[in-house]
């Protein structure tokens, strides 16, 4: 109870620190300045911002972890890779620019017992060495709470699992449970538009049966760090910090891991987005310790 109290209060704070920092900047601009040039989707629409009615939004996320290093053992183990692809889409709705809504799906690919990295492109399904098939689907929300606080939002999805098994013939697949998940963003863009901070609270909420998936009847709480640098509108390099957090909420396993990485972004055409980033597990507990490799494709229309 006692750390349910301590989010409670960290995430109210938070939210009264975005509104007063939002505030003293609107505060400080002149109304005389002459208008700003239009920025590009890399630099308007981060998570923080939603699109407005009638408009859409389509994420393609790439993501490949591969380990031979976990804090279960010494040295190094069999390889394991596992790969997964994410698709969200989301419309505006009302005129306000502050509710999105759409879906995200999910699909996965697993590989283990020492086979390649890449082999998780193969989706072969062999016996006891990989699995693949989509794992999940999401209804999701996106809202701005606080109206003049536009660059502050939360997202809230509801995953359903897909899966028949969470592990089959010794190859995990995904959680065999569900996720409530609520996402925090805020950004902010220093002066002269060069430099941007974005941060994120990602909190899941994993429920069911308790002998059917690990992660069921716990709380896993992420937070991040995303420091951008733009030499130009249309190319962005990136810095990040992330930790996670998972708390036993009745099922005897609780987990953590740090990782920091980099990244970059670029504008393809007005509407489309290409992203890459890559992650390293620098430390945890009751984890694996190795390294993410993440593509990433977004439109706006």
């Not at 998936?213 to 709480?221: E, I, K, R, T, V």
Request: charged share 20%; glycine share 8%; hydrophobic share 40%.
């Amino acid at each position: 109870m006692r750390n349910f109290m301590k989010y409670g209060v960290f995430l109210a704070v938070l939210a009264l620190t975005f509104q007063g920092i939002a505030q003293d900047t609107n505060a400080d601009e002149d109304v005389d300045s002459p208008p700003q040039q239009a920025k590009s989707n890399i630099q308007q629409y981060t998570p923080s911002k939603l699109i407005g009615k009638g408009q859409l939004d389509l994420k393609w996320f790439n993501n490949l972890y591969t380990q031979t290093e976990s804090t279960f053992s010494e040295g190094d183990e069999p390889r394991q890779t596992f790969f997964t692809s994410t698709l969200e889409a989301y419309t505006g709705v009302g005129s306000n620019n502050r509710w999105n809504v759409g879906a995200i799906f999910e699909f996965r690919s697993n590989v283990i017992n020492d086979r390649g990295a890449l082999e998780v492109f193969q989706f072969d399904g062999e016996e006891g060495t990989a699995r693949s098939g989509f794992t999940s689907i999401a209804p999701s929300v996106k809202f701005v709470p606080i109206a003049s606080v536009s660059n502050f939002s939360i997202q809230s999805s509801f995953f359903i699992p897909l899966v028949d098994n969470e592990v089959e013939n010794g190859v995990f697949l995904d959680q065999k449970g569900y996720i409530w998940q609520n996402r925090f963003f805020y950004d902010y863009t220093f002066p002269g538009d060069k430099w941007q901070l974005f941060s994120e609270l990602n909190a899941e909420w994993s429920f069911g049966e308790q002998e059917e998936s690990f992660a069921n009847n716990s709380l896993n709480l992420t937070p991040g760090v995303f420091l951008s640098y733009f030499p130009s509108s249309k190319f962005t390099v990136l810095a990040l910090a992330q930790h996670s957090q998972r708390i036993d909420l009745g099922n005897d396993f609780a987990q953590d891991f740090t990782a920091v990485g980099g990244g970059a972004k670029y504008q393809l055409t007005d509407a489309l987005n290409l992203e890459l980033l890559y992650t390293n597990f620098v430390r945890g507990s009751n984890t694996g310790l190795g390294q993410t490799f993440n593509l990433g494709l977004r439109a706006i229309f």
